[in-house]
Structures are given as C-alpha cells and as structure tokens.
C-alpha cells in the first residue's frame, strides 16, 4: 500500500470515529472526489460489515437498506465530528460514502435509531401521522374509454382485439396476435405516489415514474413506432433498423434505433432533459437537432427552444428507476418537488434568499419522515398535516 493511500486510510479512520479537524475533513473529501479509488476501500468496508454482522444475526435486506440510508448527523463547517454510536455498524456507513454538498455542509451516514413500522396502502396516511412511500400502481385508459385499475398485486388479461394485453403484478404486457390494420391507442398514466413498467407490443419496455403518461399504439404498423410521454420515463428500445422509434414530448422529439435512455419532462421543471445510457439517439427540437452519445444529455428549455448537450452522471439521473433518490448540488426546492410527486404530498414552501445544496442517495422505500428527517440538519423545518407539508427554509 503506498503512503498517500495509507494516509487518507487513516484520515477515513480518524473520520469515522470522530477524530478529524476540518482540515483532515476538507483533505479527506478532496481525495475521495479526485479519484476512484476509494471504490475498493468501500467494498472492503462493506465486506466487512456484512460478516462482522453476520456472525451475530442474519439482518434483513430492509434493514440494511435502512441503515444505508439514515441520515443522522450533519458536520457544518468549525466542527469537530461526534458520533452518538461507535460500532461496526460504521462500516455500513462508510460504505454509502462521505457526500460533499455544494453548500459546504457534510452529510454522513450513521448508526441507526429505533425501527419504526408503517401499516399503510395505497400511500394512505398511517396512525402514526407518516406517509408511505410509492407503489407499483397505475391506470390503463383504453382506446374505447374504459378504464382498467392497476396495481402491485393485480394479474387479468384484456382483449383488444388482435392484441392481447397481460397486467402481471407491476408490470403489463402486450402481445399481438396475427395481423390487423385496425391500430387503437391506450394510455398508461401513473399518478403521485405510484410507478410502473410496461412492454409494449415490439417487446420495448417502458418504466413511468410518479405523476407521468404515455399513449401508445396496441400494434407499432407502418415504418414507423411512436410513443408520446409526459413525465419522465426510461426507455429500453427493442433494436429494429426497419422500423425507428420516435418518443415525442410537446414540441421534442427522440428518435433511437434501439438504445437506452431516460426523458424527465415534467411541467413543473425548468427543463426537459434526456440522457443517454446506451446506443445512439437524435433530440430534436424544432429547427434544432443534437445527437446524443452514451453518457450525454440533451437539456432543452421549453420556454426558448434552446437546446445544450452535456455530460451527464447517468446513475443519478436513472436512480429513480433502481429505487433512490440521488442528489448532487440539488436545491432544497428540487428536492421538495420529487418528494411531492413521490409521496403524492402537496407543498408549501417559499424560498428566502440563497438556497443550501444537498448531495447523497436515499431509498425511495423510505417512510417520508425519514427523508424530512435527512433534510432538517440544514435548519430547514417541516409540518405536515394530512397530505399537506410545510416548509420553512433554514438560514
């Protein structure tokens, strides 16, 4: 092992047991950004978590998620680090990693406190005044104006003529039967606190996240396949040289082959942004077109049509489909405004002066007090009453 990464070794150490100035704090973050090494030293730690508790008990999945996704202390500037626990359990939290916030406030993630248990469906409000997270859950439109319930433990088949359409738990299914020139559209529509994934008839599957739609054909005919979404959806297109697929949001249009790529499109964001995880896409908008390389993202504003490419942290972007928020320099409002999607919670919050940055990853699995409780170490405050929340920002 060389000095230099014996050093920042032991400066981790020092951190994690509450022994660093903010100098060591400030030279441990910089080494961790600058270089990947640090990744085979969390696999390590990681490792040797999972067999120091290990060879005390078996610890459920939810519970280490939970454990890795507790946030239960913030080092602000000209402190010294103090942890309430001095376990092994750090290892869980060195393993989430240290995350340096735009704000020059530090997250870590921590021991874990008492375990609470939410009896709630259908993100109603618990007895205990918590709101549960999201679901598999949506609402099938179909050509003819019926509406079809979908949720996480649903199994039926529809009849659409020559289509079949299978709902199988959290996902439905399209197959076609023979062929027909009659083409009908459905639309798949998830509300607030609700996701779902679906594969459409040239086997493309399709994730929809909270407060999101598509219309879609029941059989993709012509030389063409075209889907139109609001929201934000990951695509993994089924590849079909013959037949290009189009995703089209109000005036942008994407055009793959097949590849893998998400668009977030919501109207209460300032931008629509669609990022390449793989393959090769054309973001068109308007008179102005860009063709997206793996790891790029094509961010166009709706109000001028103006369209810039940049690379893009692609994990972050799709976390939201793997079960995580994930943040990075992100405002306190653009947090509020995934949370309310997620949790189908509206908000009350009026920004004053400079907003603080937060960076990390969190499961969306998590009850919403967790997630406020992570929030409120940069002074903010929160009320929620019923399905309303309350924000006060911290100076």
Same mark, same amino acid.
């Given at each position: 092992?060389?000095?230099?990464?014996?050093?920042?070794?032991?400066?981790?150490?020092?951190?994690?047991?509450?022994?660093? !100035?903010?100098?060591?704090?400030?030279?441990?973050?910089?080494?961790?950004?600058?270089?990947?090494?640090?990744?085979?030293?969390?696999?390590?730690?990681?490792?040797?978590?999972?067999?120091?508790?290990?060879?005390?008990?078996?610890?459920?999945?939810?519970?280490?998620? &939970?454990?890795?996704? &507790?946030?239960?202390?913030?080092?602000? @500037?000209?402190?010294?680090?103090?942890?309430?626990?001095? +376990?092994?359990?750090?290892?869980?939290?060195?393993?989430?990693?240290?995350?340096?916030?735009?704000?020059?406030?530090?997250?870590? =993630?921590?021991?874990?406190?008492?375990?609470?248990?939410? +009896? +709630?469906?259908?993100?109603?409000?618990?007895?205990?005044g918590d709101i549960a997270p999201g679901?598999?859950?949506?609402?099938?439109?179909?050509?003819?104006?019926?509406?079809?319930?979908?949720?996480?433990?649903? #199994? $039926?088949?529809? #009849?659409?003529?020559?289509?079949?359409?299978?709902?199988?738990?959290?996902?439905?299914?399209?197959?076609? $039967?023979?062929?027909?020139?009659?083409?009908?559209?459905?639309?798949?529509?998830?509300?607030?606190?609700? $996701?779902?994934?679906?594969?459409?008839?040239?086997?493309?599957?399709?994730?929809?996240?909270?407060?999101?739609?598509?219309?879609?054909?029941?059989?993709?005919?012509?030389?063409?396949?075209?889907?139109?979404?609001?929201?934000?959806?990951?695509?993994?297109?089924?590849?079909?040289?013959?037949?290009?697929?189009?995703?089209?949001?109000?005036?942008?249009?994407?055009?793959?082959?097949?590849?893998?790529?998400?668009? =977030?499109?919501?109207?209460?964001?300032?931008?629509?942004?669609? !990022?390449?995880?793989?393959?090769?896409?054309?973001?068109?908008?308007?008179?102005?077109?860009?063709r997206l390389k793996p790891g790029q993202?094509?961010?166009?504003?709706?109000?001028?049509?103006?369209?810039?490419?940049?690379?893009?942290?692609?994990?972050?972007?799709?976390?939201?489909?793997?079960?995580?928020?994930?943040?990075?320099?992100?405002?306190?409002?653009?947090?509020? @405004?995934?949370?309310? &999607?997620?949790?189908?919670?509206?908000?009350?919050?009026?920004?004053?002066? #400079?907003?603080?940055?937060?960076?990390?990853?969190?499961?969306?699995?998590?009850?919403?007090?967790?997630?406020?409780?992570?929030?409120?170490?940069?002074?903010?405050?929160?009320?929620?009453?019923? @399905?309303?929340?309350?924000?006060?920002?911290?100076?």
């Open positions: 092992m060389s000095s230099s990464t014996d050093h920042n070794e032991k400066l981790l150490q020092k951190y994690l047991d509450g022994q660093c !100035t903010v100098a060591e704090i400030e030279e441990l973050y910089a080494w961790l950004q600058s270089t990947g090494s640090h990744r085979s030293l969390l696999a390590a730690m990681q490792q040797e978590f999972q067999k120091t508790m290990g060879e005390h008990h078996e610890i459920p999945s939810e519970v280490s998620d &939970r454990i890795e996704t &507790r946030l239960l202390q913030d080092i602000s @500037r000209g402190k010294v680090v103090k942890f309430r626990q001095r +376990t092994r359990i750090r290892w869980a939290a060195a393993a989430v990693i240290l995350v340096l916030l735009g704000s020059g406030m530090y997250y870590y =993630m921590s021991a874990v406190s008492s375990r609470k248990t939410f +009896t +709630t469906s259908n993100n109603a409000v618990a007895d205990t679901t598999n859950k949506a609402i099938l439109i179909l050509a003819n104006g019926d509406v079809v319930t979908l949720d996480s433990a649903g #199994n $039926q088949v529809i #009849n659409q003529g020559q289509t079949i359409v299978r709902q199988k738990n959290g996902q439905l299914e399209y197959a076609v $039967q023979g062929n027909s020139d009659a083409v009908v559209y459905n639309t798949l529509t998830v509300p607030r606190g609700g $996701q779902f994934n679906i594969v459409l008839p040239d086997g493309s599957r399709v994730w929809l996240n909270a407060a999101s739609s598509m219309r879609y054909p029941t059989a993709f005919n012509g030389d063409h396949r075209e889907v139109e979404l609001q929201g934000q959806g990951y695509f993994e297109v089924a590849p079909n040289a013959r037949q290009p697929f189009f995703v089209k949001v109000n005036n942008l249009e994407v055009q793959v082959l097949g590849t893998s790529f998400d668009i =977030m499109a919501y109207a209460d964001e300032k931008s629509i942004n669609t !990022t390449l995880v793989e393959g090769l896409v054309n973001v068109k908008n308007g008179t102005t077109e860009q993202q094509a961010i166009v504003d709706p109000a001028t049509g103006s369209m810039v490419v940049k690379q893009a942290d692609v994990d972050q972007v799709i976390a939201w489909k793997t079960g995580f928020f994930e943040f990075d320099n992100a405002s306190l409002g653009a947090i509020l @405004r995934q949370l309310a &999607r997620w949790y189908d919670i509206d908000i009350s919050y009026n920004q004053t002066g #400079n907003e603080r940055l937060f960076g990390g990853r969190i499961s969306r699995s998590l009850p919403l007090s967790d997630i406020l409780h992570m929030l409120e170490a940069n002074g903010s405050t929160f009320l929620l009453s019923g @399905r309303k929340l309350t924000v006060t920002s911290g100076k």
